[in-house]
């Protein structure tokens, strides 16, 4: 997939604790170590796939810092403009669910040299430089003040400049609530061309929900999924609208593919192929959806294709510990050719 594309993702990347295996946080004396963050996983992801990936933020001059770093730059991704500032790197603690317990996430963020930015941190005359596309979350702008004016201004920049931009929705409940989300959210659709969510993101961040439908339940109605994709692209203005479609069935096993509606051959809504999934983890199982639908969408020859291998893709990251996508382009064209039947390869 190598090119001229070069693609910006702007958010925080953290250090990530886990509880070894399917134990929980009070009973394990150890912790595996990972560093992962929606818009870190996505230049991952495209790194993997050959593309130009840069990834800006903050972190601590310090080891722990220069670690996290370290963990991007080991998959090529371009951290040239990841400033050095602030006292500290965020932490998550994850403890891995299985069967009928859910995974659960404590957040250890608040003052995190992220949060400390604003829109005067980044020269967006680096940023873009021969950048092709933009890419954020709305993890990002629910850290603070300064970081939602620094999405505002990169995304506006970008958009001037001819740059297609990509959002995430990804609401996060223990970061700010619904009302808080949608008063900064939906101002910052003018600046997106590509949106990216769940069923759940829609609701909350931009006050749309479909009908039909209990993700809790692991109930889903296809009709009601491809007018929500309607009245997103509608009410927005997106050339693109991608929803992830999760059936739980349990922590362990999920139901998994993607509706999308674009300008070009999704005119209709369309539907990916399903894969039904034993899961590893799922952390950061949407932002491999999101890396691999830019990189479809920036190679591959029409966007059902692209969709395609965007599930394809998300389905393999749930198969694998940590926050990123170890997976290259020629084993998610295997997932696609096998249809995903996990046979050994010799």
């Known amino acids: 997939m190598a090119g001229k594309e070069r693609v910006v993702t702007f958010g925080e990347i953290m250090l990530r604790l886990s509880s070894p295996g399917f134990t929980k946080l009070l009973q394990s004396p150890v912790f595996d170590v990972n560093y992962g963050g929606g818009e870190a996983n996505v230049a991952v992801s495209l790194a993997n796939f050959g593309i130009n990936a840069a990834f800006i933020s903050a972190v601590p001059a310090h080891d722990i810092g220069q ?12 951290t040239s403009l990841v400033k050095r500032e602030g006292h500290r790197l965020g932490i998550y603690f994850l403890e891995t669910g299985a069967s009928q317990r859910a995974s659960r996430v404590i957040y250890d963020r608040t003052g995190s040299s992220i949060s400390q930015v604003n829109e005067g941190s980044f020269d967006a005359d680096e940023v873009f430089s021969g950048a092709t596309w933009f890419h954020w979350t709305g993890i990002t702008p629910a850290l603070g003040e300064g970081p939602a004016r620094a999405v505002a201004a990169l995304a506006r920049e970008a ?12 609401f996060r409940a223990k970061l700010w609530t619904t009302q808080e989300a949608q008063a ?3 101002p ?9 969510c769940n069923e759940e993101d829609a609701q909350t961040s931009l006050g749309l929900e479909p009908e039909n439908t209990d993700v809790h339940a692991g109930e889903l109605d296809e009709a009601g999924y491809a007018r929500l994709a309607k009245r997103l ?9 991608a929803i992830t479609l999760r059936e739980s069935y349990s922590a362990s096993r999920n139901g998994w593919s993607a509706m999308m509606l674009d300008d070009k051959d999704c005119t209709e809504a369309y539907r990916s192929n399903r894969y039904d999934i034993q899961i590893v983890d799922r952390v950061g199982g949407g932002d491999s959806f ?3 639908l830019i990189a479809g969408l920036l190679s591959k020859p029409n966007t059902r294709d692209a969709l395609e291998f965007a599930v394809a893709a998300s ?5 694998i510990p940590g926050d990123v996508n170890m997976v290259t382009v020629a084993e998610v064209e295997q997932v696609l050719k096998s249809g995903g039947t996990g046979r050994v390869q010799r």
């Not at 670690?67 to 371009?78: F, K, M, Y």
């Open 233 to 241: 692209k509608d009410e927005f203005g997106f050339d693109t609208v």
């Open 184 to 186: 900064v959210m939906r």
């Open 290 to 292: 999101a890396g691999g």
């Open 315 to 319: 389905c393999l990251k749930q198969t």
């Open 188 to 196: 910052l659709m003018e600046h997106v061309d590509v949106c990216i």
């Open 159 to 170: 958009k001037a400049r001819g740059v297609r931009v990509s959002c995430d929705l990804n």
């Open 67 to 78: 670690s996290a770093i370290n963990s991007l730059r080991a998959v090529g991704v371009d």
